[in-house]
């Protein structure tokens, strides 16, 4: 809660303040970024992340601001069903909200031809 002078605000009180995010690349950078805390919530699969990736847990948050990487974190989702299907439980967002991320991104980033089932 937030305090003002006369009364306390509640959070669904201020919600309205908050910026919405239109940009459909930013909400697949959000939901990219959200894949990449699920990821390195487990040790064995962030493990297994980091060598297929190449990249080393000291250099992790600062690949994290780069697109390209989000992009291959997005894929490292969603190339196996019970990775993306955890993932999207988690996040509460379906399954196709992941894909769609995926490829939102891929085309921003020249990446248009990309396809996957989704469960």
Request: no cysteine.
């Amino acid at each position: 809660m937030i305090q003002s002078r006369h009364r306390k605000l509640t959070e669904r009180q201020i919600a309205p303040l908050k910026k919405p995010v239109h940009n459909p690349r930013e909400v697949a950078e959000i939901v990219a970024i959200q894949a990449l805390s699920f990821v390195a919530s487990e040790p064995e699969r962030l493990g297994l992340f980091l060598a297929e990736t190449g990249v080393g847990p000291e250099t992790l948050r600062n690949a994290a601001s780069d697109p390209n990487f989000l992009l291959s974190v997005l894929d490292f989702v969603l190339r196996d069903d019970d990775t993306v299907k955890a993932f999207a439980k988690a996040s509460e967002l379906h399954p196709t909200n992941v894909a769609a991320a995926r490829q939102v991104l891929g085309e921003a980033l020249g990446d248009p031809n990309w396809e996957r089932d989704v469960p």
